[in-house]
């Protein structure tokens, strides 16, 4: 999956990616003349998709692909980066992901949001979230729709490419025009980023997208301001995902909506073959 295998991801712009912004200078010698260019947004794929972040990320150009036909973006702390403390910071420090898919019929991701919750509990999804293609690594801990937008958080216990992150993800899909951007947030292994900081991070990502491609009608559903709209019939527990999702502090976890639970063969018999039918997995995992 790409979002997980960028060969060109840098250790040096990895480590420096949150707090420690001298991790790859050597030093933190005192800095002269205007601070050194960033960028906070890219446009990628043939159809000049705008990837950008929250205030104080910026796109780095060493783990950024541009295929035409697909892109991945990363995007880190500016001011690490920039190797310069003068460049602005996220409020919560952590790494962002952009895989943008091959161009298809457009809303085809709208259309097919009730079969993804079955399918991300089955063996195939779980297969297929994970960076090593064993289900067995990956825990779907969280997942719901609002409106048009579809939210995973997952662990995942392979080994992952980009180096220094938590095994815990949030995960937003949704259609952007005729593609899918599958945008993910991914927590320092020396942050303290919680649970309800990651999503509110997700959500501002996604809102910058959105509003960078002029999808306004996707705002009210990533932006929390649409009615939550519980998952169709899946294999999906939500009583044991709040208990999983939540940080041990006794704090309540994110908003989401409750779902509920039936056999998962029941409802996995047919929605491999139905996303199979419309492209979705080759475009949402290759």
């Known amino acids: 999956m790409s979002i997980w295998t960028s060969k060109s991801v840098q250790a040096c712009t990895l480590l420096g990616a949150g707090l420690f912004l001298f991790g790859c ?59 310069s403390p003068r460049l602005p910071q996220p409020e919560h420090p952590s790494i962002l992901t952009a895989a943008i898919s091959e161009a298809g019929p457009e809303g085809s991701l709208r259309s097919n949001i009730p079969a993804m919750a079955a399918f991300f509990t089955s063996e195939q999804g779980r297969g297929l ?51 899918i951007a599958t945008l993910s947030v991914l927590a320092l292994e020396d942050s303290n980023l919680t649970e309800a900081q990651s999503l509110e991070t997700l959500r501002a990502f996604a809102g910058q997208i959105a509003t960078a491609n002029n999808q306004t009608s996707l705002q009210p559903a990533i932006l929390a301001e ?45 929605v491999v073959r139905t996303l199979d039918t419309v492209g979705l997995l080759r475009r949402l995992f290759n």
């Open 129 to 179: 979230l994970s960076r090593d293609q064993d289900p067995n690594s990956v825990e779907i801990l969280d997942m719901f729709h609002q409106g048009d937008v579809f939210f995973l958080n997952a662990r995942d216990s392979s080994a992952s490419s980009i180096r220094s992150v938590k095994e815990d993800y949030w995960r937003v899909y949704m259609d952007v025009g005729n593609r």
């Open 226 to 270: 649409a009615e939550p709209t519980p998952l169709p019939d899946g294999p999906y527990d939500s009583d044991q995902a709040t208990a999983q999702s939540g940080d041990g502090s006794g704090s309540s976890a994110p908003t989401r909506p409750t779902t509920r639970t039936v056999s998962p063969a029941r409802a996995a018999r047919t």
């Open 25 to 83: 200078s050597g030093g933190g010698a005192p800095y002269a003349g205007p601070p050194p260019d960033v960028d906070t947004e890219i446009a990628v794929t043939s159809d000049r998709l705008v990837v950008t972040g929250p205030d104080g990320f910026c796109i780095d150009p060493a783990a950024t692909q541009d295929r035409g036909i697909s892109a991945f973006v990363l995007l880190g702390n500016c001011a690490a980066i920039g190797n």
